[in-house]
C-alpha cells in the first residue's frame, strides 16, 4: 500500500490577496524537499495558490521529482470511504 504525505504551505509573506512565500518561506519549502528526498514519490499536487504552488514546486525540486500538478481551483478536500 502506498503512503500520502501531505504538507502545508511554507510561511508567506504578509498582505492580501494571494501573497508568495517568504525568503524563509522558500528555505522551508527546500528543506522539507530534501527531507522526503528518500521517498517515493509518483506525483505531487497544488491548488492553485501561489504559496501553495510554489512549496510544491521547490519540494519537488529539491527532492528531484518531476513537476507538480495544479488542481483546479475550488475546496480541495478528503473523504473517508
Do not use: C
Amino acid at each position: 500500500m502506498g503512503r500520502i504525505y501531505v504538507v502545508q504551505h511554507a510561511e508567506k509573506v504578509s498582505g492580501a490577496g494571494d501573497p508568495a512565500l517568504s525568503v524563509l518561506g522558500r528555505q522551508q519549502a527546500t528543506v522539507t524537499g530534501r527531507w522526503l528526498n528518500s521517498a517515493a514519490v509518483a506525483s505531487v499536487y497544488s491548488s492553485p495558490l501561489l504559496r501553495v504552488r510554489q512549496t510544491a514546486e521547490r519540494i519537488a525540486s529539491a527532492a528531484g521529482w518531476p513537476g507538480t500538478t495544479v488542481l483546479p481551483s475550488g475546496r480541495v478536500g478528503f473523504r473517508r470511504s
